[in-house]
């Protein structure tokens, strides 16, 4: 326990102070949606309309940013020899690893999301309603693009096969995000694509740390 | 013959080099049989015209789009839990048929699409979660690509596959559930009536002639992939040799 502990701090410590850690991600975030308006026009009432959709697709993009280093990081310094031989478990040294990189990618960019929704012109439930839809979906992005970092682990050309692999596994987290926030702006059963968002949630806290695990176990020897 | 005995892929190569004449020899009838069926017996739709025609070539594609990831995936289970020494091979001679079948069913929709919704692609569930298929097969096919040592590749190609295979009916669910939400009323629904044994005779033909061109095609994919890994190993032991001289 005290060992998964020390890694979640070291790799939180490690996020924060090298690459810029948190603030880069949502700084990626907030381009994207800067630069959306620039594509589309600035009609507020299509911003409205669409505002969900395209934090959503930010945040997706963004939470893939970091995600190539996960593991690369450690297996270039050889970290990632010691945590396979320590005697945590390795699939929740992952977790543990995954865990760090949504406190400090994944859970700034909900708390960015409020901000970018003025810019989106939202209405406040309409924001609070993306906010929770993130905050629900962004662990689920986490631990899909867990796998995909553990397989393309001591690959040189990892950063760009990830999001091949990644974003199409991503597709029901994207439509059931969406379509909660705006189930919730329209007024319309928020309950049910909220649930089913959040089994995708559990769903994967559970695959992506198996399926990295044994990516792992396979991919270094 | 036990498949632990194909484990040998000398014994292997035996028996695709016996089977491979009359496998294509059998494609080649079924195909034969199976165009003639729908060319000539198979009758017009009476709202579809001859265009109906294309589904004997689209459906099959279809089957086998979802089909070769099923053959993928107990490669895959194969390859990570008993080891065996073909079943990556089996995998990797698999993904690049797969995506031509899945992007076959897709172009062939394409073109039936145009005609009868006038259109070439529309967001309908169906076509959707096909398009996020082939997506998945060109991922497996990079992934193969960027790792070169092949034992490798094809433990990681086998735990995406699986992945895959958890993914692929929830991503199924997830985008049926996304279109009924955005078009409840679709008009593009392939039922119509119940299908006629006049159209289901050639469809099952054809079926059986693309099924046989996939065995006929995998097994010499499999032989030549067992060939290059020989070449590999060769060039291999030649650097080695030079090395120590």
């Known amino acids: 326990m005290t060992a998964l502990a020390a890694l979640l701090v070291r790799d939180m410590r490690l996020a924060v102070r090298i690459g810029g850690g948190a603030l880069m991600g949502v700084l990626f975030f907030l381009i994207v949606v800067t630069l959306t308006p620039f594509a589309i026009g600035p009609d ?3 911003l409205k309309r669409i505002g969900p959709a395209i934090l959503w697709i930010g945040a997706l993009l963004a939470s893939l940013l970091a995600l190539d280093r996960l593991f690369a990081a450690d297996h270039e310094d050889g970290s990632l020899d010691l945590l396979l031989m320590g005697s945590a478990p390795l699939e929740l040294t992952v977790l543990t690893k995954a865990l760090a990189h949504w406190i400090t990618t994944g859970l700034p960019l ?17 924001i609070g309603a993306v906010a929770l839809t993130l905050l629900a979906g962004t662990p689920a992005l986490t631990c899909i693009g867990l796998i995909g970092a553990a397989l393309s682990v001591a690959l040189r050309r990892g950063g760009l096969l990830l999001p091949v692999l990644v974003l199409p596994l991503t597709v029901p987290v994207l439509i059931f995000g969406v379509a909660a926030s705006n189930a919730a702006i329209t007024g319309s059963g928020f309950g049910a694509p909220f649930m089913i968002l959040c089994a995708l949630t559990l769903g994967s806290l559970v695959l992506g ?10 991919g270094v020897e | ?28 009838l079924a195909f034969a049989c199976g ?48 080891r065996h020494p073909l079943a990556d091979v089996a995998a990797k001679a698999a993904a690049p048929l797969g995506a031509a079948f ?15 919704w006038g259109t070439y692609w529309v967001w309908d569930a169906r076509l959707t979660s096909v398009l996020v298929l082939f997506l998945m097969y060109l991922g497996i096919i990079a992934l193969w690509r960027t790792v070169d040592d092949p034992s490798r590749a094809g433990r990681a190609a086998a735990i995406l596959t699986l992945v ?14 996304w279109n009924t939400l955005h078009q409840p009323a679709s008009v593009i629904r392939l039922g119509g009536p119940a299908i006629h044994p006049a159209i289901l005779t050639p469809l099952l033909t054809m079926a059986l002639a ?36």
Do not use: C
């Open chain 1, 44 to 46: 507020l009432v299509l």
């Open chain 1, 209 to 218: 740390p198996l399926a990295a695990g044994a990516a792992l176990r396979q």
């Open chain 1, 110 to 126: 909900v708390i960015a999301t409020p901000l970018l929704g003025l810019f989106l012109n939202l209405e406040p439930q309409a």
């Open chain 2, 35 to 82: 165009l003639y069926l729908s060319w000539f017996t198979a009758p017009d739709d009476y709202q579809q015209g001859a265009t109906v025609k294309i589904m004997f070539v689209h459906v099959p594609n279809a089957w086998l789009a979802m089909g070769v990831w099923t053959v993928m995936s107990i490669a895959s289970i194969g390859t990570l839990v008993w």
């Open chain 2, 164 to 177: 895959g295979a958890v993914n692929l009916p929830i991503i199924k669910f997830s985008v049926d559930w």
């Open chain 2, 210 to 245: 693309f099924g046989l061109l996939f065995v006929t095609l995998h097994l010499a994919a499999m032989r030549n992939e067992i060939l290059r890994r020989r070449v590999r190993a060769m060039g291999l032991m030649q650097a080695h040799a030079a090395q120590g001289a």
């Open chain 2, 102 to 116: 899945t992007f076959l069913a897709l172009f062939t929709g394409a073109l039936w699409g145009r005609p009868m």
């Open chain 2, 1 to 28: 013959m036990a498949l632990i005995d194909l484990a040998n892929p000398t014994r292997f190569l035996a028996l695709v080099a016996r089977a491979l004449p009359w496998l294509a020899a059998a494609t080649a």
